[in-house]
């Protein structure tokens, strides 16, 4: 999988443009594209993506419905086309210190409504020079999914983003990543009975055109989340065919 983070970047006139820009090529399915606009792009962009490429969110709300405010249910974003649904952004969980709180139910949510959750988690600079990430990632799956959510390969994707290389251009190492995924995995099938061997775990933070080809050489790396070089389209076109190569 190949993941587009366009954060809060574009407008909606010009989303169709840039997924143009992307190529045809990108629309074959193999790997999967996901495009994960502003919300206000959601209605016009499904179209442009034809029926390979594939429309995510980048959060939803913990609630079904009901008078919250400026707030984007699940079920709305599943109207939409949507088929995912980043959660746990550290972008999010930095401006809203409440975030961390409702992932479980923003998970539960996305699932209940047919959503898979691209669900983000990943360590600060600190915690990494302290050499405590592992033991802050595993507190953090297991805060975020309890094993009451009855997740599964198909229903959840993760994503590895480490803070300190989000928007950074100080990107992990293949290898760091890849230590840090089969982490991730065998948390996931240790500890909370998922049979991960087929969850996707991406990479994300700094990714670019010059560096994914060895992320996409590492056996656990089952793909990238895609920022900053999402809306430039040369570089994540190189970045879509490291992923390329390695699926085939
Ligand atoms: P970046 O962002 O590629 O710009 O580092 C990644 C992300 O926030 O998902």
Redesign the pocket.
């Known amino acids: 999988m190949v993941a587009a ?1 366009w ?1 809060m970047n574009t407008l909606p006139g010009g989303a169709g443009t840039l997924v143009e820009a992307y190529g045809a090529e990108m629309l074959c399915g193999h790997p999967e594209l996901v495009v994960c606009p502003p919300f206000t792009h959601l209605a016009t962009l499904g179209p442009s993506l034809g029926n390979a490429g594939c429309l995510g969110a980048q959060n939803c709300s913990e609630h079904l419905s009901g008078a919250y405010t400026s707030e984007i249910s699940a079920a709305m974003l599943r109207d939409l086309g949507c088929r995912y649904v ?1 959660l746990g ?3 999010c969980r930095l401006r809203n210190p409440m975030e961390s709180l409702r992932m479980p139910e923003k998970m539960a949510q996305a699932i209940a409504n047919g959503l898979t959750p691209i669900y ?1 988690c990943g360590e600060d600079l600190p915690i990494r020079e302290s050499g405590a990430e592992l033991e802050f990632i595993a507190r953090q799956l297991a805060d975020d999914l309890p094993n009451e959510l009855k997740l599964n390969a198909q229903n959840l994707v993760v ?1 590895y ?1 480490p803070v300190w ?4 251009g100080k990107h992990a190492s293949p290898e760091m990543a890849q230590q840090m995924h089969v982490f991730i995995r065998s948390r996931l099938m240790d500890v909370m009975g998922i049979e991960a061997e087929r969850t996707r775990i991406l990479y ?4 670019q055109g010059n560096n994914a080809a060895g992320f996409a050489s590492q056996p656990d790396i089952d793909g990238v ?6 809306l430039k389209p040369a570089d994540f076109r190189s970045i879509f065919e490291a992923f390329a190569r390695k699926g085939s």
């Open positions: 983070n954060k980043i952004h550290s972008e983000c994503a983003e290389a989000i928007g950074t994300g933070g700094s990714v989340l895609v920022g900053g070089a999402s």
